[in-house]
């Protein structure tokens, strides 16, 4: 029996191959901060990604994708998903280190149980760690990380092109090392807060042996909340000195991970 061609044949490959391009920065945008959880709908992330692919498909010159019902379309698929959520991961890995450094202050400071709904994730976050957060947040905006960020993402199709199994040049190896840096910048973002309120423990401390009829409680959670924020106010400029220079090593890594280091 003769099968009636309505010459839907190209169209039909040319929505696999933006569907195929998707997958990427779908990926990408669900593990990315700025645009996961529960700020942006998954509706909108999903649209966008679509939007993406199709400037995609037009811009960057493409192998042809593999077929949609292959063997090979399932490898292809899980490539493109692991290198989109390595693009987002690393940015994760970036805003979680505001966080680390403000459990070490406010743990220290006494403030360790003054929490809040992040609006972010929807779990509960410390009140100087959402303050954190929002001041990268601003800061990652206001340096065009977005933009490189998005950029960068373009870019990753034409070093690792979509289909052409090219992810043993994924440089996972990044992602760990700079996790590393991670943990060594937030230690450097709270160590003078966390020293001046071992200076303050211990001058209570001192007058507590001194006195043992004053109220060490009494006396030292004020002390150490006003000398706290008294140090935070101090060192804002040196932390958000921190802050920018973990974007631009966060993006920097982000383009050495694609063995893309010539893109800026």
Known sequence: MNVLDLGFGSLEAQLWQVLFLSIRCGAALIAAPMVGGMVVPPQVRMLLSLILAVFISSWVPLPPAPDMMSFAAVL??????????????????????PLIAAEQIAGTM????????????????????TYFGLVLTLLFYAIGGHLLWFELLIESYRVLPAGSFAIAELNAIDIVMFAGYGFATAAAIALPVVLVLLLVQVVTGTIS??????????LGLPAGVLAGIAALIIVMPIIVEQFIALLQTALD????????????
């Open 110 to 129: 006494g403030l360790a149980i003054a929490t809040s709904i992040d609006p972010a994730s929807g779990a509960q976050s410390g009140a100087l760690g």
């Open 76 to 97: 292809a698929v899980i490539q493109e998903m692991v290198i989109g959520a390595a693009l987002g991961f690393l940015l994760q890995v970036a805003f979680a280190v």
């Open 209 to 218: 042996r001194s006195a043992p009829a004053l109220n060490l409680f009494a």
């Open 253 to 264: 890594q982000s383009a050495l991970l694609l063995n893309a280091g010539g893109v800026s």
